[in-house]
């Protein structure tokens, strides 16, 4: 894991006994906080951040370099990382290849060689890691010769905001938590449920946050929010100052209105140039990606060409999309591109078929098209599961239409069950009864709606068993008659069996 430094929070800074020395605060990593500090002056503190070259107040450099293994001068063991602390590789008895940490193969293969208590990690001559978001100060110690750098904080067009956001707001600089700002205070659980704060961007919208910064509606009050590991993290307020005020401003233009805003979404500068006075600011467009991704100005072009209501007239729906805040980097490559979608719209392709006969394995427009021809929709195969399982045959002329079906919704619209136990074990028996209505939109538009009448039973002694039948019907009336004498008839049969 890597070192980061903690602090701790100046109202609930008590110290903690434990058995490992740390920095209070490790609850955001979702660990044991180890040894508490009651302020940064603690002699103890002062030594640890003094060894790690960083201290929670200023921002380090981060960089990522390629690590050459054969140079890192290491005796191979079970473990193997750098020489301030962080784990590169790690493995056990039983496994039959190391585990990286923070790291990613460059070239070059890893296994793990000899027995008991001889096992040990090795590697292929000639192997380089690949290691990620490295503070600078961790590099000490390493062989001059072992590592390149080949990416820095220092370049990241946002780098002066997020080091202003960390001193400022005490947010997140990469790998780095630093101390809460000292006139942070407690916020009251019930902000969040009042509806008088507003998000205030803390990353660019195709990539995943750490923190969350919110302003109240009267622009006096920050609360922020710090992301940990397994749940855990902290809140706390702030007092909205001048220099504050202008961050929050250049926060809000750097991350949703720039041109570096737009490419983390997958938009080039054409593309950003054509929307940027429109509503599809990159906010938008990453809410957009479950349905088409705009790349270049050409599909900024085919995006504005048509009304959200003539897109969801051919099945694109544009409206519902809603932004949640992102869990993950944003990956535009695997959506259509606004120009494919005008094509597979053309070709009477709603969004829905468009994924699915993707994931199926067709990926360019052209052979999208073509699937479309010849291969049933998951509507259709449903239909067609469906009507095939009835005790009574569904109607061939319905049976026809439904091949054509693009999408369709199944709702339950009445439900019963008994469950009888013998005991505080499996055994026992039970019955069931189900109805449902089956929504089924046809490549016409036109609506066709199919009611089914299900139920069921299931037994458990020395094996167990089940069963299940349904009917399935075109008239609503004679599905809900079907329904009441199913139930009337199983809660008789429930009756008979003498139970509760």
Known sequence: MRTLVYAPEPWTANPVAGATAGLHGAEELGGSPGLGFSNTADPRFVAITRSLGRDGRQPVEHVDILLSLDLLAVRPTMDLGLPSGELLLSAKPGWEAPQLHGCALHNGALSLTGAGDGRRIAWE??????VKDLPRPSLRGLPAASYIDISSSNDDPADALRRASFSLLGTRYHSDIPLAPGDAIPVDSSWQESGKYESVPTEYPGLAAMDEVFLDEDKVTLVVRRFGFNGHGSEYALPVTAERS????EMRQEYLYSAAAYESVGADAGAAEILLTTPWNPLTLRDLLPVMSVRTADDAVCLLDRTPDQWQDDGW???????TPALRNAEPHQS????????????GITSSRSYELRSAGFSSVEAAVAAHRERPTAAAIHARDLAAASEIPVPAQV???????????????SAWRHDHRHSCGPEGWGLWAKLTRHTFTLRSGDIRVLWEVSNGWWAISEEGDAGQVCIVYTEEGEAQDSWKATQAALQEYKEQLGTD
């Open 317 to 323: 729906d544009l409206v519902s999309t809603t932004h």
């Open 246 to 249: 202008l961050l929050v401003g």
């Open 125 to 130: 001559r000639g192997t380089i890691l690949i």
């Open 399 to 413: 049976g026809v239409e439904l091949v054509t079906a693009q999408e369709y919704a199944a709702e339950e619209l």
């Open 336 to 347: 259509w591109r606004a120009s494919e979608a005008v094509v597979l719209a053309a070709a």
